[in-house]
């Protein structure tokens, strides 16, 4: 059970989309900062490596090794199917001024209530002060 309720936690915390799935990588993909060809590789995920991933076009957003990035989606490949992510753990903002509002501002990535929509400038942290 506690290993549920950290997976769920996890999920939305590092992903910040409403739906997440798990995916194996297909071979040795680069783990980027940005989701985009040009962003910074942070690292190398090993082919055959189960992910948990919320996709997006043509980019899936993932943590590997405790590294938080995104990966190509045409790397990857669909164990399960989309899930709500709903339940104890789940914390969702819908914008700064709503954290902002229950005293949760800013919020770092990996914490409850983090999303990159959120996450203006990249660096991990939500709705900090000029965002």
């Given amino acids: 059970m506690r ?33 985009s060809e040009a962003g910074r590789i942070l690292g190398v995920v090993p082919g055959n490596t189960l992910l948990l991933v919320a996709c997006q076009g043509q980019w899936c957003r993932t943590t590997y090794a405790g590294q938080a990035g995104y990966v190509a989606r045409s790397f990857v490949r669909p164990v399960t199917g989309s899930a709500r992510l709903t339940g104890p753990g789940a914390v969702y903002y819908r914008s700064c001024a709503a ?14 209530g983090y999303r990159t929509a959120l996450d203006r400038n990249g660096n991990g942290v939500a709705c900090e002060n000029g965002e």
Avoid: D, I
């Fill in 3 to 35: 290993h549920l309720a950290l997976l769920l936690a996890l999920s939305v915390t590092l992903l910040g989309m409403s739906e997440a799935a798990t995916a194996l990588t297909t071979t040795p993909v680069n783990l980027r900062r940005a989701p």
């Fill in 99 to 112: 954290m902002r509002a229950a005293n949760a501002a800013p919020v770092r990535l990996g914490k409850p």
